[in-house]
């Protein structure tokens, strides 16, 4: 889960990180009384949850509190990689002497927290590591003893050469560590990390990502979730158990197992059409689940054909046949739906169907050209029937 | 030979009495898998469908019966513990299927685990199975057959799909390792291929991977530089966009990290075959096997 920048502040601030006061503004009228209160020149920064908001416009500087209204009526309302900005940060402006920049991501292969520091902040980090790999400090951080003082110094000595400077850093970067833990985050980023004119080093930005799967231990943090983050659709998918991502083709899916759907949208890549979704039922398969399944892929307007592709292990084909019976007759389906059903209970779900004349096939590759055939023929009404 | 599991490995289920430990128990027991003993603190002294015996802690379980595997059906927010305790209690195969364990928990147990020269499968996997032998975990036992071929996959379905292509056409398997689909697990692709290239009864080995990570990219190195035996393989995701986690946690293009065009690339260059559709890879194993 990603967090916003001014949520992210907070929870730095929280720790003992460097960050400058700040207000949230929703209005013109907000930013400008946020940027009389803080005093002097500000930032307006667009809130939203997605990169290069500097690039798209998103962030401005304003001189006065009569400048920050109007940067904020800018930004207010601009949409920024298809989402609208709601709200603004509105901070002090920070005169700059360098920038910096420090984080600390998962590691996956050496199955530990990495911190990462490097003295060409303020850019797209992701750029450096792969122009200028050597231009990145790496630590890794073992679990058990946590981040080190000599690794905290060493990588202060890596951006600074005043000492004071490599201390204030070592104390920051522990600060961020320990604000890692606290919240489970899966990524930790401060960027740019700046020391201003008079010699103070700043976050002057902070990104926090949040491991989805220890939210169970943080209700307070879940309570941070921007629902404008997520297609209403996901939304309710994720409330339901459900994972859902909604892409822009046309053949909706519905498949149990995450690897098994991703394969499944490619095979219909594979055949020429697109996927208009991912969607995995997971393993246990109660009809109430399939028949949200459909619900939420019909409430996307660009699909045309549904395909199930179910591999029976836990999940029981009866089950889902069940589930698609009583989902015909809960929901107003216009699309065709084409099945394929294999494993557990197979015959017993294939009885089922027919019942309803719905037939179903054993095969992937099949399931997967019906649909995009008969999604063409939906596409060309003439040609049906 | 297989790898991981055979005929004699003993087994204990951690969570036997749960909805999904206990539906699994039977079928791993129905499979001829060695079920010799469950845990459920609080439940000690009872027993399983009047065949296996329930103690309240996994280190009785190893005392009473001489489990050297164990197999985790427990929710995410007690899984954990219940890693560490089988870590404790001498098992050499903590298979951990739960789903949802928090990140940063994977990363404090596993040293804790490998110093205690313990091996995790898992977490968020199927688990294994050597036909014939032994099975743990929940990979539908009937679809297998045994054979020359080593299975390894971060998918569970997905590679249910695979198996059954194999096993339609006649290509049994040695051992199929389902090493989940989280960012930290225990058990890397690179294991794997080390335990089937050291298997007398491995031939061939499919490789089934995933968006997100670097993972097989390391295992195409390894499998360049120090596999006899011929690999093929498949990567799912190509079509899956950038910064979503498509399902499971660790399937997600973190700015261009990640990609299938990567991890495709990555194989061919280092000799493995790569197929276009999953019922390809039989044809491919085929000529892998001469």
Known sequence: MKVHEYQAREIFRDHGLPVPLDRVAATPEEAEAAARELGGAVVVKAQVLVGGRGKAGGVKLAADPEEARRKATDILGMDIKGITVERVLVAPAVDIASEAYAGIVIDRASRRPVMMVSAAGGVDIEEVARSTPEKIQRVGIDPRYGLLNHQATALGFALFDDLKLVRQAADLFRRLHAAFLDVDASLAEINPLVVSEDGELLAIDAKLNLDDNALFRHPDLEKLRDPSDEDPAETEAREKGLSYVKLDGNIGCIVNGAGLAMATMDLIKYYGAEPANFLDIGGSSNPEKVVNAMRIVLSDPNVEAILFNIFGGITRCDDVANGIVEALGRLEVDVPIVIRLTGTNEEEALRILEGVGLPATKSMDDVVQRAIEMADRKAAPETAR | ?290
């Open chain 2, 1 to 290: 030979m297989s790898v991981f599991i055979d005929e004699s490995t003993r087994l204990v289920v951690q969570g036997i009495t749960g909805r999904d430990g206990s539906f699994h128990a039977r079928q791993m027991l129905e499979y001829g898998t060695r079920v010799v003993a469950g845990v459920v603190p609080g439940k000690g002294g009872q027993t399983f469908d009047d065949a296996v015996p329930i103690f309240h802690t996994v280190a009785e379980a190893v005392a009473e019966t001489g489990a050297t595997a164990s197999v985790i059906y427990v929710p995410p927010a007690f899984a954990v513990d219940a890693v560490y305790e089988a870590a404790d209690a001498g098992i050499e195969l903590i298979v951990t299927i739960t789903e949802g364990i928090p990140v940063l928990d994977m990363t404090r147990v596993m040293p804790y685990v490998q110093e205690r020269g313990a091996r995790v499968l898992g977490p968020n996997c199927p688990g294994l199975i050597s036909p014939g032998k032994s099975k743990i975990g929940i990979l539908p036992g009937q679809i297998c057959t045994p054979g020359p071929v080593g299975v390894v996959s971060r998918s569970g379905t997905l590679t249910y799909e695979v198996i059954h292509h194999l096993t339609g056409d006649g290509v049994g398997q040695s051992t199929c390792v389902g090493i989940g689909g989280d960012p930290i697990i225990g058990t890397s692709f690179i294991d794997c291929l080390e335990a089937f290239e050291a298997d007398p009864e491995t031939e061939a080995v499919v490789m089934i991977g995933e968006i997100g990570g670097t993972d097989e990219q390391e295992a195409a190195r390894h499998v360049e530089s120090a596999m006899t035996k011929p690999v093929v393989g498949f990567i799912a995701g190509q079509t899956a966009p950038p910064g979503r986690r498509m399902g499971h946690a660790g399937a997600i293009i973190s700015g261009s990290e990640g990609t299938a065009a990567e991890k495709i690339e990555a194989f061919r260059e280092s000799g493995i075959a790569v197929a276009r559709r999953p019922a390809d890879l039989v044809g491919l194993v085929r000529e892998a096997l001469g």
